[in-house]
């Protein structure tokens, strides 16, 4: 009976290889004749990966080392003196799978024959910003890098393993090249095929890319304006004048969505205290941005009160805005009012941490520390860098008082937008390059207006997309018009109002004041933020409107680095020879910890800037 079933088995298996062997060799066919995925999915690919390793890079790069030492925040709850020192890193991954999908692109594109290939020039244009973008972000922290030979072993025979570094001023020059190329080909190529819902960023409109392009060469013009101001004034005049455009409405902004499950960096970031001269800039200017770049402090009515209950002395931050009647009942705020009372920063030099008269910021676990019966609960009276602009799936709990109500903010896990490129950008840097001597059409001043409402407009378009805490109303507050007077969303005539305020008014230090914004701008992109307070000194050492605290431990002004750590390759590694010749041509000592080496061995690109808090050349 066994046998028998073995040879009925064997009979089936034959009859079905009778009926399947045409499938079969369908599916097991020589590898150079299974035809090609669709070139739409594979420029979707490197959409995707024009923004990888997103939480390293926040979690090292930026609140470790770009946002404390660009005043933007201290690293954790104030700084102390170890603050500029360097321990892990991180970079914008181009290499593992971005360069392999754009290369594979335009090879592919370059195979076909010339009818079919004409119709694609337009997505084979665009790659080449998906790798500029990230790449500028990488020579600007770490120097010298692969590119004109990146990704090439595929390509060459032999396959090429030792690409050569290319330094600053080369790679600049080629992106420049690349990228006019690129902008020639978006405005005039006719009967493209299309992208369509495969391009997350534009849905397919290669005008948009026209005008990102141009966003890009003004990125690298701005790190040329101290090396060789009359390549870099050159270049925005030929953005000026384009005729492909310049991103100039929120339309054109490059903002990142992988999809509707993409959350950001998902894990959690502790981010530091909010820097006290950057608060109250934009706290006395009335400048709605500090409500989308910062989350507010513990203390609503509700917890004021809390706090007059208890006999706990309020921070004196705090209580300079509480009104009090004589029966210690909390009768309102003090102008400015909800939700600008709720903005606090702190200081952020090493020695300010350790002055004792400091202990109402750096000792707020004990001093905002407050009991009800049984229940004890401590409240921060700073503010910190909101989390919902890095990562939207985490739980908010609004204070309320010791064993008060429990109001969170929960299940609210929206795709997170990104903003990578934007208009705001394009106008003020064009108000900046005016500034130095551009010819351009417009006045400086209507850059910087046209700069700063899309900048104010745009931040809060991420607020309430990222669903950030208090954008429609504060709940703790139980009248209605109380928690829509403590709504942090934008409201009509913000705009208008902030743009009267003498601080963006070009008639007087006009420079300094459109560095201030192009720094504030930035909050949402660190990178760009370092790279602005390097190559302007802004902000400023004893300026009347945002002044650079100097930072100092034991009395003696410290040194910050400005560029990150080059690390010294093995010797059995395959490319050692180039590695080292891009660092010696560099001037740069390998695995140096020394903060001053890493301010004094700069990039080409920083050599001639000035040094923190000097202000613009």
Sequence with gaps: MKNTHIIAFALILLMGWGCDKEKFAELNS????????DLRFSVATAIDQMYSDDYLVWFYNN????????QVTSKGAGNSSDFVDMGPSSSFNIYSRLFPQTLDVRARIDKMDEAEKASYQSMRAITYAMQILPAIHNTDNFGS????EAGLAPYTNPPLFTPVLDNQKTLYTIWLKELDNAITVLSTAKSQ?????????????YTKWAKFCNLLKLKIAARLINQDRAWALKIAAEVGSSPAGYMDGLSDDFVYNKGIKYYGTGNGISSGYASKNLVDFMVGNKDP???????KNGFNAEVVQAFLDAGKTLPPYVAQYVNVDANKKFTGWKSPGEPWVRYHGAPVSPDAKQDPANNIYFNQTELNKISVGSVQKTYTSTSVYSEKMVRTTYDYTYPTKPGGRVIELKDNDPGMNVLLGSSAETNLFLAEFKLLGASLPKAAQEYLNKGVELSVSRMDALAKNNQMPYYNSDPVYTSVDEAAAAATKLRSGEI??????????LATDGLEKVYIQQYINYMNTPGDVWATVRRSGIPKQGSSYL???KFTSNGVEMTIPRRFVINTPGKDDVNYANKMAAITEQGITPATLDAIKLNTERFWFDKLNPQYGVGPK
């Excluded at 609140?63 to 660009?70: L, R």
């Excluded at 941005?289 to 989350?295: G, P």
């Design 547 to 549: 002044a650079w605290e």
């Design 63 to 70: 609140f470790q080392y770009v946002y404390p030492w660009t």
């Design 289 to 295: 941005r500090v409500r989308f770049i910062f989350e």
């Design 145 to 148: 890098l692969v590119y004109t």
């Design 193 to 205: 095929v299309g992208l369509g819902t495969q391009d997350a960023i534009y849905g397919g409109d």
């Design 496 to 505: 208008t109002d902030l743009l009267a305020s003498p601080a963006f008014n």
């Design 30 to 37: 020589d590898p150079s004749t299974i035809s090609t995925p």
